[in-house]
């Protein structure tokens, strides 16, 4: 997309996946993974952050820049980090016959609609 001249925006919570990843440009939020925009059922929230992310699109002007965004999960409360980046949090990892099976799987289901 980037080369077509569509800028992207990569909005993460995983810093230090991003730094290594190099995307055209970031914006980190600290919050827990897959939680970017915000807790659920704070829209207000929510549109700030993704209003603060859109502004980065004009604040960014070299290649690999990550903003830092200044918003906070909970500041009476930060054990999330704790849960969130210790190993072990995720699901095990299936064997890789296991992980074909799988894909196998959900290929069909498309394939049958």
């Known amino acids: 997309m980037e080369e077509a001249g569509i800028p992207t925006l990569c909005m993460t919570s995983a ?3 991003t730094r290594s990843v190099k995307p055209p440009r970031a914006v980190f939020v600290n919050f827990p993974l897959g939680h970017q925009t915000g807790p659920p059922d704070q829209p207000e929230l929510q549109r700030r ?3 603060d992310a859109m502004r980065a699109f004009e604040a960014i002007t070299s290649p690999a820049t990550i903003v830092e965004l200044p918003y906070v999960w909970d500041a009476n409360d930060r054990t999330w980090e704790d849960i969130d980046y210790t190993n072990g949090w995720m699901p ?3 064997s890789g016959e296991a992980a074909d099976a ?3 799987q959900r290929q069909a289901r ?3 609609k």
């Open 15 to 17: 810093l230090d996946i």
């Open 49 to 51: 952050i993704v209003a």
């Open 92 to 94: 095990k990892r299936p």
């Open 102 to 104: 799988l894909e196998a």
């Open 110 to 112: 498309f394939r049958r």
